[in-house]
């Protein structure tokens, strides 16, 4: 089971850290992601942190302000979203085990993928 946590309203130029804990699994032994959903538009894979090598990859629609991390420790993971704009208000989706492709880069779930329930961004002054 995947939860996520920590979306909210914030105001544009903000920060907000969403979070995602996982259980009955190990998030380490999967690739893992971080997808969205705006309304009316499809569902899109912003970041991933590949299975075994733990290199990470996003999508240029968020590159240079949003980072990717894993708590081990905690079997979470963790979306930074800095200078955030209207245009980032969406639904946010953790996912595990899923491709995750570096160059170029890509999220693709599979039928195995597990995904949270999603959390809500809302940008908005």
């Known amino acids: 089971q995947l939860v996520e946590s920590g979306g909210g309203l914030v105001q544009p130029g903000t920060s907000l850290r969403l979070s995602c804990t996982a259980s009955g699994f190990r998030l380490v032994d999967y690739a893992v992601a971080w997808f969205r959903q705006a309304p009316g538009k499809e569902r899109e894979g912003i970041s991933c942190i590949a299975y075994q090598s733990d290199k990470t990859t996003y999508a240029d629609s968020v590159l240079g302000r949003f980072t990717i991390s894993r708590d081990n420790a905690k079997n979470t993971l963790y979306l930074e979203m800095d200078s955030l704009t209207p245009e980032a208000t969406a639904l946010y989706y953790c996912?595990?085990?899923?491709?995750?492709?570096?160059?170029?880069?890509?999220?693709?779930?599979?039928?195995?993928?597990?995904w949270g329930q999603g959390t809500q961004v809302t940008v908005s002054s």
């Open positions: 996912a595990a085990d899923l491709n995750c492709q570096l160059t170029p880069s890509s999220m693709t779930p599979h039928r195995r993928t597990s």
